[in-house]
């Protein structure tokens, strides 16, 4: 069974026409809403039906970036709503779900991170340090949990294409082509095979981190724009 939230429900209609029309033994939920809302965030576990409420893998994958500020030009409305997405609503979630994993003894909180989150870089101070954050947050989490059967993964994707990421945070399509020119990005399904990879390890086996890149990418912002051929002579 899969339980699907974000803000948008017709995008959410459409993954849940897709995956059970691929995988018509699997049942799929939909909630729409926002992770910054903390009250439905507290009330979910209680509001799903009764078939979707053990949940056995939480994914915290909401994110955004706004903006390409230096420290000293933040907007801090902006910073607000990075900060209360990417860290308070990860935070929110894993506080409503692992109370029943716990109870059930078994359970795997995920969290999206970012190579952001492991080394910093200018003009992006503040996705950065909310990045920063989901990792402390994801090992602290680890260290509470280590009496129990439940696995704690943090996952760090490098530069990913094919998202609304680069659109949202330069707020220009024009702009968000720009950064993928002339380089293989990762997919989104590369990121999701990961996931994936973490869950199906054995019970005794807990991935703790996956740092992953596109192959012409070592850092940040260390980029070659070798093309299809990725550099091949």
């Not at 915290?60 to 607000?80: C, E, H, P, R, W």
Request: charged residues 20%; glycine residues 8%.
């Amino acid at each position: 069974h899969l339980v699907l939230v974000g803000r948008r429900d017709e995008r959410l209609q459409s993954l849940k026409k897709d995956i059970m029309s691929s995988f018509p033994e699997v049942d799929v939920h939909t909630v729409a809403m926002s992770v910054t809302d903390k009250e439905k965030v507290a009330n979910l576990p209680s509001s799903l039906p009764q078939k979707f409420r053990d949940v056995d893998i939480l994914v915290n994958n909401a994110g955004l970036a706004l903006g390409v500020t230096s420290a000293d030009q933040n907007d801090v409305d902006a910073a607000m709503t990075v900060l209360d997405t990417n860290v308070l609503g990860t935070i929110a979630l894993s506080a409503a779900f692992l109370p029943g994993m716990k109870k059930r003894g078994s359970g795997h909180l995920m969290n999206m991170g970012s190579v952001a989150g492991h080394y910093s870089y200018s003009a992006g101070s503040t996705y950065c340090a909310s990045k920063y954050a989901v990792r402390g947050f994801t090992e602290a989490a680890r260290h509470d949990l280590v009496g129990t059967p439940i696995r704690v993964t943090h996952i760090s994707p490098g530069m990913v294409g094919e998202t609304e990421f680069s659109n949202v945070r330069l707020g220009a399509d024009d702009k968000a082509k720009a950064v993928y020119e002339n380089i293989v990005p990762l997919h989104p399904n590369d990121v999701a095979d990961n996931v994936l990879y973490a869950a199906t390890r054995p019970a005794h086996v807990q991935i703790a981190d996956i740092i992953m890149y596109a192959t012409n990418q070592s850092g940040p912002k260390d980029i070659v724009r070798a093309g299809p051929s990725l550099g091949k002579k």
